[in-house]
């Protein structure tokens, strides 16, 4: 990150969207209040919706889109169509995907019900001081651990595998989040709030909604080939675009936390 954004121009990204953060939050509480019940609800559905975008740009998307969205290739049994393949992608993912955030708002449920429901303030506030300090991780201000399965999908599936299977087999790993390689730290914010958050149906449908978007990479590759470019054009300017993508994901969790400090106190 440093290499490819200025010191001082994250410096002033992290300050504008910790108060963008801030003024969305007095804004709202000005017009019709705003309980840390709901601010902590809106902080883990942003930090769905930066895990669904930020989450795709790295090796491991670029290689889902690779499988999914590549050109037909006749010698190559149960190919399909790209759009067949992306179905079957999707399909995987949210076969595990659903089930582990619903299973995650059910181990909130019974926290509260053996240890009694958690204060929400406190939680909001833990959970806006991580956002903070994740979002200037991101942004390469400062350094957090990063917990994770550290190994990319199994690139010789590519080679090997009918491409329809390898394309679901790829949906149902990438689907909980954790069994590869975690790009955004966004998503320890989703996995954390869902739990705070004690809500099963809700747990699944923002896991369901990650899912969708990081379909996005397939999406845009299929698209840019129906338009006559080529899949390794597409694959290169989306790589050349991972640190823009990641600052826009530290600045979005530096906005969250800032929404949520901001909530504590209007």
Known sequence: MGVAVGLATRLGVAAASVAVGVGAAVAVGAVGGLTASVA???????????????????????????????????DRPGDGSAVARLGAHLAGSLLTALPVGA????????????????PVAPVLAGWSLLALMYGLHETGLVRMPTPMRRQQLPRHLRRVGRPMRVSFYFGTL?????????????????????VALANPALGAALFAAVSVGR?????????????????????LKCMSADRLVQLAAGSGLLALAGFGAAALAV
């Not at 689907?175 to 869902?194: C, E, K, V």
Request: proline share 4%; charged share 5%; net charge positive.
């Open 40 to 74: 902590l609800t809106v902080g883990v559905v942003g930090a769905a919706a930066l895990t669904a975008v930020a989450a795709n740009w790295s090796t491991c998307g670029m290689s889902v889109a690779g499988v999914v969205a590549a050109p037909k290739q006749s």
């Open 103 to 118: 299973g995650l708002g059910l181990v909130g449920m019974a926290v509260d019900q053996f240890v009694g429901p958690l």
């Open 174 to 194: 990438i689907g909980p989040g954790f069994m590869i390689f975690i790009r955004s730290s966004a998503y320890y914010l989703l996995f954390l709030g869902t």
């Open 215 to 235: 379909c996005g990479p397939s999406v845009m590759a299929i698209v840019h080939q129906h338009r006559g470019g080529t899949m390794g054009d597409f694959l």
